[in-house]
């Protein structure tokens, strides 16, 4: 008869009860090995899946002698210890490794910044930055007026990282040819040239990637809750921290991505073809996709937005981060308004916002410091 298992990780006599001595000894020897991984080693989820494989595995006495029993567990606890090892060889993959540059470097919120892997600062007061790298990552021309070197070391990974923030937007061309548009409020990391077999980036916030075509060297764009593989294409990756959603439309080309790339037994894959948009929910983890007119995502790095039946809160916090501003919904009949239309983001913030207060019939009142539809 099949066992019935609770899913605590401590086993109590009650559970124990009824086992043979060999097997009791299987769960005692489980529940140590557990204990035995650490947190940063595999999460608690992951340790729950491989625990409950085990466990079910010795759930199935009663159809199988203890010595096949033995052999199964012990399968599965060698599977245990490989996919712990792979978990932490993972962890240290590059894109990892950018994501912890990323999260160690401090938002400048008036200025673009260039952060060297020498550690060197280098301030960008342009509204619309360009960076163009050269001579193997080496040179690096700035709006068409400056020049910055560095020293670029073949063997080793040192990355750089071009932070923009709100009110602000760059684009920058990477060693290879690829051209990135970086949004408002946005992060990327990279090193100064590709030195292996792949090419990859780490993005927080939205980009618009042009990428070179090099079938023998993929180019990844890693966000914190998915990662993109292409070979030479053109695609918008948006992944804010304070959106639910990480999403990325296709334009041209093929891409494969990949969400809770973190996990061991829940990660996902989806191959988009040009006009599908993918939106993966971390809270959730569903990851669905879409066939998309695909000019409303991309606009922007033209300086427009369009927007066809958009809620007015997402439309006002697009315009928060590009326009730096306070904006807000000041009443509970505003937030089921929505818009169509297009905004010429050359103008001013207030022209921008009498469009859509006149396309609404919503008034907007503006103080010191906000803007707030009502």
């Known amino acids: 008869m099949k066992r019935r298992l609770r899913k605590h990780e401590d086993l109590h006599e009650s559970e124990s ?99 060297l892997a020498d550690k060197r600062i280098i301030h960008l007061s342009e509204q619309n930055s360009d960076l163009i790298y050269e001579q193997n990552g080496s040179r690096i021309q700035i709006d068409s007026s400056s020049v910055v070197e560095q020293q670029v070391a073949e063997s080793e990974e040192e990355f750089n990282t071009l932070t923009v923030p709100y009110g602000k937007r760059s684009t920058i061309t990477l060693i290879d040819g690829t051209k990135i548009w970086l949004n408002s409020g946005s992060r990327l990391v990279y090193p100064a040239q590709f030195d292996g077999d792949t090419r990859e980036v780490y993005l927080e916030g939205q980009a618009y990637f042009s990428v070179s075509h090099a079938a023998e060297r993929p180019f990844y764009v890693h966000t914190k ?23 990325a439309v296709l334009v041209k080309g093929s891409i494969e991505l990949t969400a809770n790339q973190k996990s061991l037994f829940n990660t996902k894959n989806k191959k988009l073809t040009p006009g599908t948009m993918a939106v993966y929910n971390a809270a959730t983890d569903d990851l669905q996709t879409a066939g998309v007119d695909v000019e409303p995502y991309i606009s922007w790095k033209e300086g427009y937005l369009i927007f066809k039946k958009a809620p007015l809160r997402d439309i006002l916090k697009k315009l928060s981060r590009y326009y730096k501003a306070d904006i807000s919904l000041g009443s509970a009949e505003a937030k089921h308004v929505t818009f169509s239309g297009t905004l010429d983001l050359q103008d001013d913030l207030a022209m921008v916002l009498d469009v859509i207060s006149v396309s609404t019939s919503l008034k907007y009142q503006q103080t010191e410091r906000r803007f707030i539809f009502r």
């Open 17 to 115: 009860a009824g086992l043979t001595e060999d097997e009791q000894k299987i769960l005692a020897n489980t529940k140590i090995l557990m204990h035995s991984l650490r947190e940063e080693a595999l999460p608690v989820a992951e340790k729950e899946a491989l625990r409950m494989r085990v466990q079910e595995t010795i759930a199935q006495k009663s159809e199988r002698p203890v010595r096949s029993i033995w052999l199964a567990v012990a399968a599965s606890l060698a599977l245990l210890m490989v996919v712990g090892a792979g978990f932490l060889l993972m962890q240290k993959n590059k894109g990892s490794a950018m994501e912890e540059v990323a999260s160690k470097i401090q938002a400048d919120t008036e200025e673009t910044r260039l952060q």
């Open 225 to 247: 809750n998915i990662k993109v593989q292409v070979l030479g294409t053109e695609f918008d990756v948006s992944a804010y921290d304070d959106d639910q959603q990480t999403a």
